[in-house]
């Protein structure tokens, strides 16, 4: 995972608990700035790529919703951060904002307080579902990415010794990095990570500066050892010509650095391809090959988002004939990583 090493740091005053301080304190060449309010920031006279590397964000975050999900959680918990280092031509977190740096939000046990007091709320016992069949599941990674969270500040290793210790709930959070420094958090089978795959010669291309497939694969078998829950995300399932084969050897990949213990108890989830019109325009002049390869018309339709946004997705009889293609290809291959929800 490349290092991030921020050049200007903006904060609320009221991010600058212990864990705001000392994230200033972690970078001390960066200039500092106070800010009114973490989601207003100031012009910032850089692109996309500068801002993600160049700015950090601290900010006390105020609105603690845990919201419903149903797919790879029960719940979405209340963002420890929001933003990437990495920058993902189809990234759903990027679109409509011109700039998004990455926002910490130092109040973290605010925030597991939230999940707390929500998680007691619910009927226990849990009945069981997909994404857990004892504990009510929270997702810590929906607008952001945690292994680079991590390595900014403590509120991650927090969290996960928060659900580590909690009876009733459990973290996941899906990544495209690998942080080595969370091997040591004792997760002790109580947060489940997803490392999200693509075929190699597809990922180099859309996963701007994340790390390579490669480090994926071989991070799995680790932090299985480490006591992390390990499943697999496939997103997003992009369709171009020879898509299958390229799954295949992706198949054939995992098959080999999964071990036995693992292929018992790892799922995967599968997520074919969303994109954005104001996303596809912005690639253009970032990011053109990527959208040689997602943005396809002849093949997509628009659809409105549950915020109101008009995104394109591959039209519904050509996609259903693609999950079936994709089911088949992982019964052959790899049968033993259940699919857990597939659209």
């Not at 207003?40 to 801002?51: F, G, S, T």
């Not at 018992?264 to 391809?273: A, D, G, N, Q, W």
């Amino acid at each position: 995972m490349q290092k991030f090493n921020p050049s200007t740091i903006l904060y609320t005053p009221d991010a600058l608990n212990e864990r705001g301080q000392k994230a200033l304190l972690t970078y001390p060449e960066a200039v500092p700035q106070a800010i009114a309010q973490h989601n207003r920031l100031p012009v910032l006279e850089r692109n996309h790529y500068q801002v993600k590397s160049d700015v950090l964000v601290l900010g006390r975050l105020k609105t603690l919703v845990c919201r419903e999900s149903g797919r790879s959680s029960d719940f979405i918990a209340p963002s420890l951060a929001n933003g990437c280092l990495g920058a993902c031509a189809y990234c759903y977190v990027d679109r409509n904002k011109t700039v998004n740096p990455i926002t910490l939000f130092t109040n973290t046990e605010e925030i597991l307080a939230a999940v707390n007091k929500h998680v007691q709320k619910q009927a226990w016992p849990k009945i069981p579902n997909q994404t857990h069949a004892q504990f009510y599941t929270y997702d810590i990674g929906c607008n952001s990415d945690v292994s680079v969270d991590a390595s900014i500040s403590d509120g991650v290793e927090t969290a996960i010794r928060f659900f580590r210790d909690h009876p009733k709930a459990f973290a996941t959070f899906a990544t495209k990095f690998v942080n080595p420094q969370m091997l040591d958090y004792d997760p002790q089978g109580k947060t489940r990570i997803r490392f999200s795959l693509l075929p190699q010669k597809v990922s180099k291309l859309v996963d701007v500066r994340t790390d390579s497939l490669a480090k994926r694969l071989a991070a799995i078998n680790d932090f299985y050892q480490a006591g992390y829950d390990v499943h697999v995300n496939f997103s997003p399932v992009i369709v171009y010509e020879g898509w299958l084969d390229d799954y295949r050897e992706l198949f054939e990949q995992l098959n080999e650095v999964v071990p036995p213990k693992l292929k018992e108890t790892m799922s995967c989830e599968v997520i074919f391809l969303t994109h954005n019109q104001w996303q596809h325009e912005i690639n253009l002049s970032i990011n053109p090959k990527a959208e040689d390869m997602i943005w396809a018309p002849a093949i997509q339709e628009t659809k409105k988002s549950q915020f109101g946004g008009i995104n394109v997705r591959y039209q519904y009889q050509l996609k259903a004939q693609w999950i079936s293609e994709f089911k088949k290809l992982q019964q052959e291959v790899i049968p033993w990583c259940q699919i857990r929800y597939i659209f």
